[in-house]
């Protein structure tokens, strides 16, 4: 073991899971790789489903998560545990994924320790620090301190070259979140939720800092209004465990027929709840960039996004956390089959399920 090279990679949250899984899992199949997994755990029950689903035990696990956490608490805390870890551990490498509050103490971390940093997914922008927020500041700090940054998308790389990042350090990868997903989709996925299949499903994911209070109150009043005028349809919401989303959600839609409300899906029966939807209403992330390729058109309850490439292919569009154009535009893809074709077309912008394979090359590279 002693000159294989040590990765640390470090997720903290679900998406970050789902989206470093594929790389920690190809990594580890290297023979020059000693990879090593941290878990800030600033999830708790998602980040360990995930885990547990991809077969990843944590080698170190922080366990940071506390109720209801604040973001300033939460990376004072997150700096100081890595500061040890990462004396301790002495990586020759690290990566993580994203843009949270998790990735973002990382990059700085690593800065400080004078260690390389791997941005995955990296050079997503909205050019908007308060949109989504923190998201937005959080990528820029881990993009600025990086010395890879594994882009998804061309127009990602090309975000970063704006920032005067130098090309030969951009590789465009793919996101993969579409390798994890094809991982996953051929399997048999049990939603593990009683579904009337009489009725079409939409599901309703939403959770963005940027929209708690009113706009969540707008989602959920659109929401009701959609349920209410079309008895043919089901809405499955599993419900985000912070709890300026989940005491909103139950106090709003709590008591409505045709929606339920759940908790969080673990990730393949949320797939499988994605594969049997109708129609798809989310401010995800990972959710915009997995439905055009299983085929689902998505409203995204944001007015900008960072992922712009399947609103200009026309399979998602943004309606904001707004009442009017939320119901407008879900009874639309309801009422008009032709409306829904056009949206519903089974194109991916986001990669081809390579994305591991192209970041485990770069690195290989490098090391060799
Ligand atoms: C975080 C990320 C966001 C990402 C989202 C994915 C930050 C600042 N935010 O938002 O970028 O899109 O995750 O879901 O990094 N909780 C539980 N159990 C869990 C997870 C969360 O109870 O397994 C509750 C806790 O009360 C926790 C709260 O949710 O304090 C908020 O978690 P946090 O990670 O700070 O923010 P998210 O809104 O989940
Ligand atoms: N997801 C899940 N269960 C759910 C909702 C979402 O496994 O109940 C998955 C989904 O497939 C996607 C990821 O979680 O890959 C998105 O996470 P989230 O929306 O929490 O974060 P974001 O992508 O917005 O950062």
Same mark, same amino acid.
């Given at each position: ?28 199949? !290297? ?11 600033? $999830? ?13 035990? #944590?080698? @170190? ?57 791997? $941005?995955? !997914? ?18 820029? @700090? ?9 882009? #998804? ?53 939403? $959770? ?50 045709? @929606? @339920? ?7 393949? #029966? ?38 712009? !490439? ?59």
């Amino acid at each position: 073991m002693t000159n294989r090279k040590k990765i640390l990679c470090v997720v903290g949250t679900r998406p970050e899971a789902i989206k470093m899984a594929p790389v920690m899992l190809a990594l580890k199949a !290297e023979s020059w790789t000693n990879v090593r997994v941290l878990a800030t755990a600033q $999830h708790r029950h998602m980040l360990d489903q995930v885990m547990n689903f991809f077969g990843i035990e #944590p080698d @170190i696990d922080l366990n940071i998560m506390w109720p209801n956490q604040a973001l300033t608490t939460l990376t004072a805390r997150l700096l100081l545990e890595l500061d040890d870890v990462l004396l301790a551990e002495k990586p020759d490498v690290v990566l993580a994924q994203g843009d949270t509050t998790t990735v973002m103490t990382v990059a700085l971390a690593c800065f400080y320790h004078r260690i390389p940093f791997g $941005h995955v !997914e990296a050079g997503l922008r909205t050019w908007d620090m308060q949109n989504p927020f923190p998201e937005e500041a959080n990528r820029v @700090i881990a993009g600025r301190l990086a010395r890879w940054h594994f882009a #998804p998308t061309e127009s990602s790389r090309q975000n970063l070259l704006r920032e005067g990042v130098s090309n030969a350090d951009i590789v465009v990868t793919g996101n993969t979140v579409i390798d994890a997903l094809l991982m996953t989709a051929s399997k048999e996925l049990d939603v593990g939720i009683e579904l009337d299949d009489t009725k079409r499903l939409v599901l309703v994911t939403f $959770h963005r800092r940027e929209n708690f209070g009113e706009p969540f109150r707008n989602i959920c009043r659109a929401l009701r209004t959609l349920a209410e005028r079309n008895p043919d349809i089901q809405i499955l919401y599993p419900v985000h465990p912070n709890p300026n989303v989940k005491d909103v959600a139950h106090e709003m839609l709590g008591d409505c027929s045709n @929606i @339920i409300l759940c908790e969080p899906l673990d990730y393949a #029966p949320f797939i499988g709840a994605m594969k049997k939807s109708y129609l798809i209403i989310s401010d995800s992330g990972g959710v915009q960039e997995e439905a055009p390729a299983l085929g689902k058109p998505v409203l995204v309850l944001r007015d900008e996004t960072e992922r712009p !490439e399947a609103v200009e292919m026309g399979v998602v569009k943004l309606v904001g956390p707004n009442y009017e154009r939320i119901v407008e535009e879900a009874q639309l893809l309801l009422d008009d089959e032709s409306a829904y074709r056009a949206m519903a077309r089974g194109v991916s912008p986001y990669g081809d399920s390579k994305g591991a394979e192209r970041i485990v090359a770069v690195l290989r590279e490098h090391f060799a």
